[in-house]
């Protein structure tokens, strides 16, 4: 397995890069954002050890860049900072898991393995079909580059159909994971909330991004070519090692 360490203490990063390759990991280690970028855009990496407070540009953002350009290697992002806001910033970005410093070695190697297990997932951080593009963090859609008002029952529809590509959701399916429990599944909600989304979401004379398939239910079509709009920001968008405790840096 090979894995890229980004740490700017060199310190931390030498006792990363020892651990790690006693318990057989390939290791390469880069100490700020942009290399961070260009080595995880040019090598396939099982996994990123990334720190977020870096010189040239942060965690975040090399994360946000990363899924952008569609590079799925999890990310374990570490810092000291352990304010929950900076956690929720990390996974929204496109992080995998979260590490605060100082920690403990036989635990990073832990979550490394679960990680690694887990594999090169497609997570995109913004979902896109066509014109339309969602973002879940931000609880924000955009048509055409233009931001599209929804409710909060229409944006849940929407983000299902999105996590679903090119797959056929029964009524009753969308339902159960846009409605709850006590909602009457027989009645005809599901049919008026994809009018609404049409409505907003389509491009007419295009075809409608929501197809319906007759007597089962409805599929989110996305179109051969992807749209080139540029994306969107999301900032407001017991193991091997007997090393000890790592870390209380940045």
């Not at 700017?8 to 100490?31: C, F, I, N, Q, S």
């Not at 720190?51 to 799925?72: N, Q, S, T």
Request: aromatic share 6%.
């Amino acid at each position: 397995m090979r894995v890229l360490v980004v740490e700017d203490e060199v310190r931390t990063a030498a006792v990363l890069r020892r651990g790690l390759v006693e318990e057989g990991y390939a290791v390469d280690v880069v100490g700020d954002g942009i290399d961070a970028v260009w080595r995880a855009t040019e090598i396939a990496y099982d996994a990123i050890v990334l720190d977020l407070m870096l010189p040239g540009i942060d965690g975040f953002e090399v994360c946000r860049r990363l899924r952008a350009d569609h590079r799925w290697a999890p990310v374990l992002m570490l810092t000291a900072r352990v304010d929950v806001d900076d956690r929720i910033r990390g996974l929204d970005a496109g992080a995998d898991d979260y590490l605060p410093k100082p920690f403990s070695f036989g635990e990073l190697t832990a979550r490394l393995r679960a990680l690694v297990r887990r594999g090169a997932v497609h997570r995109p951080v913004v979902l896109r079909a066509g014109a339309v593009e969602l973002d879940p963090a931000g609880h924000r859609v955009w048509r055409g580059g233009a931001p599209v008002d929804l409710s909060a029952k229409e944006f849940a529809l929407l983000h299902l159909l999105l996590r679903h590509p090119d797959q056929v959701l029964t009524r009753t399916y969308i339902t159960e994971h846009v409605w709850d429990d006590a909602f009457d599944a027989t009645s005809n909600i599901v049919d008026q909330y994809v009018r609404y989304l049409r409505r907003k979401i389509d491009l007419p004379p295009a075809p409608s991004l929501i197809e319906t398939v007759r007597g089962v239910g409805y599929r989110l079509c996305v179109p051969l070519e992807p749209h080139s709009t540029e994306p969107h920001s999301t900032e407001p968008r017991p193991t091997g090692s007997t090393l000890p405790a790592v870390g209380g840096g940045t």
